[in-house]
């Protein structure tokens, strides 16, 4: 095998939104950049086999629901026909059309891009295993770890089943099974259980905690829950699945709720949405003195810097939030921090999107962090019902959340949950960064009918009045 001895300013480890983020600001400072990974071109794991795949899929459950709904309007359609392969073809398209457009942005910025697998030497040398088998040595000045995470799995599921999937597996589309099990109700759970239910599948969620989404607060969830539930064949909180077993036909699966009630039911496929998990073995982190906690995840300080000095990393490796909007501007700060800038990464809000239908956002602090945090504060809610755009369109099923600081008036978190919700979130995140109170919302102006005037309606409602929704004072004694 053909041995090779490089150099380079920059290795950058992984080719995800943090890895080529970090790649493409490198190369336009004028650094000299190898980019490492096994993937045809750049895109990683959002692009291949997350966040652009399932939002392409989403987006015809979302156009199927629509016109299934569109009688209430006097509009009828006829019942839609699914063709599984064209659906297919449409989503592997958009994701081809994607990582080739980042293929020649690599190549146009002039970054070194190797199909392979790294792994460290020393604390200033990679071990590269081309996908051809051929070895090579990268000697680099910095390195950036951006491996990202693959799904977590569960004790007693069985090994390379067709009729078990993960997230990556769930994408692929092979099929529209007649029933499916969603273990987990975080957002991939739900958002791929939305994909199938819509295209035909009779889906069960199993959580084992006693909510949807944990972590999310509570009032957009239980909207959002009214809604799966007339898509849902079933929705079983505090249930554990186990004892899986195959058959000809399916997985039986034992489902063990609460107060020890159990059934064992056949499901066609089953889909494991229960996490996921840093991508940090098999690296040789020891080898450059990289130290990583007791979940996996490398440990770095507020400038994405490991406990190998000239070693950086981002991303899903590294901690929560695993997302890709965070790695992104992770890997763009660890080339400012290269290039001699102070900067550190310190957001007041990371926005995170969960693309169901309603859609869920927010930004900066939950209720259920203020409350743990012990600041003062007051929740305002304003209601979409009493938003005239989403009555237009037959979507008042929303609500929109500010979370103040009481005495500043300071925004301190913003939440909303329906239809579009992910694309109104960044005007919390502007507020929030910016320092922004509330008056600062109820007097910027928003464009008419709009679903974003239900955010300045929520500044309103802080003050104890808004336009379209009407609240009796409380009389003072």
Request: hydrophobic share 40%.
């Amino acid at each position: 095998m053909a041995v090779q001895t490089n150099i380079t300013d920059v290795a950058i480890i992984g080719g995800g939104p943090g890895g080529y983020a970090a790649a493409f600001l490198a190369a336009d400072l004028g650094m000299d950049v190898t980019l490492i990974d096994p993937n045809p071109n750049p895109g990683g794991v959002c692009l291949y086999q997350g966040c652009i795949p399932s939002k392409t899929l989403l987006n015809a459950s979302r156009l199927i629901h629509e016109a299934s709904e569109a009688d209430k309007w006097g509009v009828t359609f006829s019942k839609p026909k699914i063709d599984v392969g064209r659906l297919r073809a449409w989503k592997n398209d958009v994701v081809q059309n994607l990582t080739e457009g980042l293929g020649r942005l690599t190549a146009q910025r002039k970054v070194r891009y190797i199909r392979g697998r790294a792994e460290f030497a020393g604390d200033d040398t990679l071990t590269i295993q081309a996908v051809d088998g051929d070895f090579s040595s990268l000697a680099f000045k910095n390195a950036i770890i951006a491996t990202g995470s693959y799904p977590a799995r569960i004790p007693g599921l069985p090994e390379k089943s067709r009729l078990i999937l993960d997230s990556s597996g769930a994408l692929e589309l092979d099929d529209i099974p007649k029933s499916l099990l969603v273990i987990g109700g975080g957002y991939i759970g739900l958002e791929l259980g939305t994909v199938y239910a819509t295209l035909g599948s009779k889906v069960t969620v199993a959580e084992i905690t006693s909510g949807l989404m944990p972590g999310a607060d509570r009032d957009l969830v239980t909207i959002l829950r009214k809604r799966l539930e007339n898509l849902f064949e079933k929705i079983a909180l505090n249930t554990e699945a186990k004892n899986f077993n195959l058959q000809k036909n399916g997985v039986k699966v034992l489902l063990k709720g609460p107060e020890d009630t159990s059934e064992s039911r056949l499901f066609s496929k089953v889909l494991v949405a229960v996490g996921r998990r840093p991508f940090s073995q098999g690296l040789g982190l020891e080898k450059a003195g990289i130290a990583v906690d007791e979940k996996g995840f490398i440990t770095v300080d507020s400038q994405c810097r490991t406990t190998a000095s000239n070693i950086f990393a981002i991303g899903d490796v590294v901690g929560e939030p695993m997302l890709a909007h965070k790695a992104s501007h992770q890997g763009r700060l660890a080339i400012e921090v290269i290039g001699g800038s102070k900067g550190v990464f310190e957001p007041a809000a990371i926005p995170a999107v969960v693309f169901t239908d309603p859609e869920v956002a927010w930004a900066g602090m939950t209720e259920q962090i203020a409350r743990a945090s012990g600041v003062n504060f007051k929740t305002v809610r304003f209601p979409w019902a009493a938003s005239g755009r989403a009555t237009a369109i037959g979507r008042t099923d929303g609500l929109t959340k500010l979370i103040i600081e009481s005495g500043t008036e300071r925004i301190l978190g913003v939440a909303m949950v329906g239809a579009g919700a992910g694309e109104m979130i960044a005007e919390g995140v502007l507020a929030i960064e910016m320092g922004a109170n509330a008056t600062d919302l109820k007097m910027s102006i928003h464009p008419h009918p709009t679903l974003t005037e239900t955010v300045m309606e929520a500044a309103e409602l802080f003050y104890g009045t808004a336009t379209h929704f009407y609240r009796p004072q409380r009389k003072k004694k």
